[in-house]
């Protein structure tokens, strides 16, 4: 089974400080040197060796917009933009993701996979995702991706509105979009299918398995309470009957446990992907404008443009 792994985190300004973040993060994953405008302070990180691949990827939508924000394509253009568009001292300024990325995979399924994600993900929040690759250090098989996505949406012009994923659960609940954790299931379940496919599309017969406690409840039984008396036969080197019924008894509900598993998750597989359709194309996409309308319309009432969760 190959590894899964999503884990989702945040960078903010330090309340008080007012210090820069974005910036650092995006020239250590990138292994370059950026200059922070606005503290004038140099981040150089172009001594690593492990960053395997790179890029800035927009959303979809803007390809037809008539002016693609190309100057979002240079990292230091980019990041700097976002630290100027955040004037809050506490300010969220970034999301990551960072992915782990199947070791039976070459490097270039590797790109291909992280770069449809990362699609995926600015598709779906209309923002900036810088994607960057990074080789082992350690552990041969820790191949792994830094999503590093801006929290407001990218426009032709610059900067808009945050996005859904800084929504409140207040605002999430008047348009209609899930709450925050539910979200976050649905982005799991995105990785662990989009990962599949590729493995199944490569050849490879690994698969990884996101629903970890499922599998670990089953791990938790891993051997069969025996009676005392059964026990205290067993330990003489004599053989009880009640032991081996009982053995057998265990053997029969794992099967049966890991043949339900199984099913059960292939079946969320299918749903989740079916949702995260559904969801993009009724809620999010171009052709039905009207939960942006809805959107600026609540954040006008409310009289700003979008809370941090």
């Known amino acids: 089974m190959a590894i899964y792994y999503l884990g989702v985190k945040s960078f903010g300004r330090s309340a008080g400080t007012g210090g820069s973040v974005s910036t650092n993060a995006a020239a250590y994953r990138s292994g370059e040197r950026i200059r922070d405008e606005r503290s004038g302070r140099i981040y150089d990180h172009s001594h690593r060796r492990d960053v395997e691949y790179k890029e800035i990827l927009l959303p979809s939508h803007l390809d037809n917009a008539g002016a693609r924000p190309d100057w979002a394509k240079d990292r230091s253009q980019l990041w700097n933009a976002v630290e100027r568009s955040e004037p809050r001292a506490n300010a969220r300024v970034a999301r990551e993701y960072v992915l782990a990325l199947p070791h039976e995979m070459n490097a270039t399924q590797r790109t291909v996979l992280a770069r449809s994600f990362a699609q995926e993900i600015s598709n779906h929040y209309r923002n900036v995702v810088d994607l960057a690759l990074h080789q082992p250090r350690t552990d041969p098989r820790n191949f792994h991706a830094h999503l590093l996505t801006t929290t407001r949406e990218v426009t032709p012009q610059g900067f808009g509105a945050k996005t859904i994923a800084e929504l409140n659960g207040t605002q999430r609940f ?136």
């Open 174 to 309: 008047e348009l209609g979009l899930p709450r925050a954790m539910e979200e976050l299931v649905q982005v799991r379940e995105l990785w662990a299918e989009m990962t599949n496919e590729h493995l199944l599309q490569a050849g490879i017969e690994a698969r990884v398995f996101h629903r970890r406690p499922e599998a670990a409840q089953v791990q938790r039984e891993a051997r069969p309470w025996l009676p005392r008396i059964a026990w205290e036969i067993e330990k003489r080197g004599e053989r009880s009957i009640v032991g081996d019924r009982v053995r057998a008894q265990f053997n029969q509900r794992q099967a049966a446990r890991q043949a339900s598993l199984a099913k059960d998750s292939n079946a969320l597989a299918r749903q989740s992907a079916a949702n995260w359709a559904a969801y993009r194309a009724g809620v999010l996409s171009e052709q039905n404008p009207e939960t942006h309308r809805q959107r600026d319309s609540l954040r006008r009432e409310l009289g700003h443009d979008g809370f941090s969760l």
